[in-house]
């Protein structure tokens, strides 16, 4: 793997981390005329050029978000409250689908647990392979979780204002600020109002820092084909080839072992409302997009 990946880019300029540290440069012209446009978290190859740098080759992606524009994360933590503000299962469940369908690990993180329960988003995804962890700020509960998970991952977080998502990265990266600050000085955030796509090492590994990042919208973030929402929801996985009839959408048809599996309390019924709930969406997209 190239060691040299992109900090962050901004007003044409890219900064990208090599061994010898960060260095400023463009990228050739040629990617804007294949439609390329390198992100942060790219790796790329570079080559000097009448004394500078500039990018050269962005190397293939593992995954791609437009918004935020970030490529090649590994796992995506969807961070959501407890109590206020109440969570939704429907934005949970599509922004896991969104990761599982970019090949993202989704763990979800369900913080507030000092201040309510959480035993009912736990009952939902507890008969699924999505991690999830609760954490409690009063006894530290959970943040080791999720260090570990970060430490040798590129990561990044995501989850509606007031949720505790600044609260939780200052735990788990007691110095997230004070080194976010430092890059975005180097970097020369100053000289731009728009806040950009930052990437910085902690905890072993990587975090995107995604200003604004409150959630995914599907027809923005990636269109999920409905033949293809079924694996995006990972409990489904023991019954996909089960069903009677080949090409089942799980939605009514006789004989599916998914429906089965669901009237057994194998599967959680909320989780199986958002599936059906993406999956006319997903119907609807394609109608739209075929007139």
């Known amino acids: 793997m190239e060691e040299n990946y992109i900090v962050k880019g901004i007003g044409g300029f890219y900064y990208v981390r ?48 437009v918004r935020p524009p970030v490529a090649n994360l590994d796992t995506l933590f969807i961070v959501a409250s407890t109590t206020q503000p109440v969570p939704s299962a429907l934005v949970l469940d599509t ?47 959970g943040v080791e979780q999720v260090r570990q998970r970060i430490q040798g991952h590129f990561c990044a977080f995501c989850g509606n204002s007031g949720v505790g998502k600044s609260t939780l ?18 970097l020369g955030r100053g000289r731009h109002t728009t806040r950009e796509v930052e990437v910085f090492e902690a905890c072993g590994g990587r975090i ?32 996909w080839d089960k069903c009677r009839f080949t090409g089942c959408s799980h939605c009514g048809e006789a004989g599916c072992a998914v429906r089965e599996a669901l009237e057994e309390g194998k599967i959680s019924q909320s989780r199986y409302n958002s599936y059906r ?15």
Do not use: M
């Not at 190859?45 to 962005?58: C, Q, T, Y």
């Not at 507030?112 to 699924?128: F, V």
């Not at 006319?280 to 739209?288: G, I, P, R, S, V």
């Open 18 to 65: 090599t061994p010898e540290g960060v260095v400023e440069c463009k990228a050739r012209g040629i990617f804007r005329k294949k439609g390329i446009t390198p992100v942060a978290g790219d790796w790329v190859r570079l080559a000097e050029e009448k004394g500078s740098f500039v990018i050269d080759e962005v190397l293939p992606r593992k995954n791609l978000l």
């Open 208 to 239: 995107a820092d995604t200003p604004g990042f409150a959630s995914l919208d599907t027809l923005k973030a990636c269109h999920i084909p409905k033949e293809n929402l079924q694996f995006d929801f990972p409990e489904f996985g023991p019954y």
């Open 277 to 291: 709930t993406l999956y006319e969406e997903a119907k609807q997209f394609k109608e739209w997009e075929n007139r």
């Open 95 to 141: 922004l896991t689908a969104i990761a599982e369908e970019k090949e993202i690990q989704p763990v979800l993180v369900f913080t507030k647990g000092d201040l309510a329960d959480g035993e009912k988003l736990r009952r939902i995804y507890e008969q699924t392979p999505i991690p999830f962890i609760e954490i409690d700020y009063q006894t530290g509960a």
């Open 169 to 186: 990265l200052n735990a788990v990266a007691p110095d997230f600020s004070q080194r976010t600050g430092q890059i975005s000085q180097k």
